[in-house]
């Protein structure tokens, strides 16, 4: 009886453990449907906060929520809970985006945003993340 209860714990936990981890993420990133023209790219992706503070002068992959709002596109560190969102904490202004190949946008009035975090591949400068078809992996 005691070795029926141990497989049926082992199985749960087995179970549980392949449903997600600790990291805080929400599932896959978003993609669109031709990266090499978007600039998304795979690999280890940095906050906004470090693309920020970045110096660097080569593409940086950078993981954000996008929202889009009167002719500007903006990668967010967080949403705002309002309706429809809004940025909150870092963001960086995107420049080079092609919003109609982003997978996932969700439309509401005159603003578009991303339920989920999306990584986009570019060079960052004064506050704005350049996307571009060079950039892209």
Same mark, same amino acid.
């Given at each position: /009886?005691?070795?029926?209860?141990?497989?049926?714990?082992?199985?749960?936990?087995?179970?549980?453990?392949?449903?997600?981890?600790?990291?805080?993420?929400?599932?896959?990133?978003?993609?669109?449907?031709? $990266?090499?023209?978007?600039?998304?790219?795979?690999? %280890?992706?940095?906050?906004?906060?470090?693309?920020?503070? &970045?110096? &660097?002068?080569? %593409?940086?992959?950078?993981?954000?929520?996008?929202?889009?709002?009167?002719?500007?596109?903006?990668?967010?560190?967080? =949403?705002?809970? &309002?309706? $429809?969102?809004?940025?909150?904490?870092? &963001?960086?202004?995107?420049?080079?985006?092609?919003?109609?190949?982003?997978?996932?946008?969700?439309?509401?009035?005159?603003?578009?945003?991303?339920?989920? %975090? /999306?990584?986009? =591949?570019?060079?960052?400068?004064?506050?704005?993340?350049?996307?571009?078809?060079?950039?892209?992996?």
């Amino acid at each position: /009886m005691k070795t029926l209860a141990l497989i049926a714990t082992l199985a749960a936990v087995t179970t549980l453990a392949g449903c997600g981890g600790d990291d805080g993420s929400v599932g896959d990133p978003l993609t669109v449907t031709d $990266p090499q023209a978007s600039g998304l790219a795979a690999g %280890p992706p940095i906050s906004i906060d470090e693309a920020l503070a &970045s110096a &660097s002068a080569e %593409p940086l992959l950078v993981s954000g929520n996008l929202l889009a709002q009167e002719g500007e596109v903006r990668l967010c560190s967080a =949403l705002a809970e &309002s309706f $429809p969102p809004q940025c909150g904490g870092a &963001s960086l202004l995107v420049e080079g985006l092609k919003l109609e190949e982003v997978d996932g946008l969700v439309t509401e009035r005159d603003v578009s945003w991303t339920d989920r %975090p /999306m990584e986009l =591949l570019g060079v960052v400068r004064d506050g704005t993340l350049t996307v571009s078809e060079n950039a892209a992996q």
